[in-house]
């Protein structure tokens, strides 16, 4: 029996609506089918597993002997960055107060971390990689040293970081500490 001599369900002697019919029918199903696989490849390329499909729409997937899809997959870790050392309990320190004067002003500098009756030598370093030895001192039994030190006039009034910076001159040890010449 063809198409055109169906007409039981529409009456329509040429067949016309029944052949619509079925082509609804079939753009639904291939519809479907389309979704369906789209999801699937949606998914695949997000990394996840497939969903499962119902028996009917798909045939069952293969049976492997060694089902990957559910074994996590080894990662590629980047190394770690090891923390910085913590200051070491000789590491030398120095200490500012105040961390900002004008010229002239007088500024007490304290250290530690020294050796014991080491001397130090206090240094400016202004603008420019300017740099004023302003005094030794000679650290206690106990490597800490505390002096008083005039701020320097720098070569030029400028937002350039300056600093403080004490250097043991038996051990090398060296510390600094940011400092701002006012107005």
Avoid: C, W
């Avoid at 999801?39 to 069952?60: E, N």
């Avoid at 005039?150 to 940011?178: C, I």
């Amino acid at each position: 029996m063809s198409d055109s001599d169906d007409t039981r369900t529409t009456g329509d002697p040429s067949g016309r609506a029944d052949r619509s019919h079925r082509t609804v029918i079939i753009a639904a199903v291939i519809t479907g089918a389309a979704t369906i696989l789209a999801a699937v490849i949606a998914t695949t390329v997000a990394g996840g597993t497939s969903p499962k499909a119902p028996a009917a729409a798909a045939p069952p997937a293969p049976q492997h002997t060694s089902d990957t899809s559910d074994t996590p997959r080894p990662v590629q870790s980047l190394p770690s960055t090891p923390p910085p050392p913590a200051p070491s309990p000789t590491a030398a320190r120095i200490m500012a107060a105040p961390d900002s004067a004008a010229i002239g002003a007088t500024v007490t500098i304290t250290g530690s971390g020294f050796a014991a009756g080491e001397q130090v030598r206090i240094t400016f370093n202004g603008t420019y990689g300017a740099t004023l030895d302003l005094r030794d001192i000679t650290a206690g039994p106990d490597g800490g040293f505390a002096a008083e030190v005039t701020v320097p006039k720098d070569s030029v009034d400028s937002d350039q970081q300056q600093s403080f910076e004490v250097r043991g001159l038996d051990s090398d040890k060296l510390a600094d500490t940011p400092f701002h010449i006012t107005g």
